[in-house]
């Protein structure tokens, strides 16, 4: 039974301390795809590079095609911090969200 209870505790404590992540929105125009790099352009003229895109996204966008390119889109997505192969710390960016802004 005391097993149980530390089981059930440490389970408890491990949920509560899950991490939220906010998404972000930003409004830019898509610039294309290259390297395995989504290219968008916001209002300021400030390049956002996204390395990932959510298979929801994926199946109603092929950013891929071209008819994309120069379209406005409202585009919500998260960044989160990975180590890369020179273990140096890098912002990875991935489209959680993506809408066409008409």
């Not at 929105?25 to 390297?35: L, Q, S, V």
């Not at 109603?60 to 890369?84: A, C, W």
């Amino acid at each position: 039974m005391k097993t149980l209870f530390i089981s059930l505790f440490l389970i408890v404590n491990g949920l509560g301390g899950a991490i939220v992540q906010e998404s972000e929105k930003i409004t830019a125009t898509y610039e294309g795809f290259e390297d395995g790099t989504y290219y968008f352009t916001d209002n300021d003229g400030f390049s956002n590079e996204f390395q990932h895109v959510t298979e929801g996204v994926l199946e109603s966008y092929d950013l891929t095609d071209e008819m994309y390119k120069g379209k406005l889109f409202i585009v919500t997505y998260i960044s989160e911090v990975e180590t890369d192969d020179l273990d140096e710390e890098i912002t990875v960016n991935t489209i959680t969200e993506l809408k066409i802004k008409e």
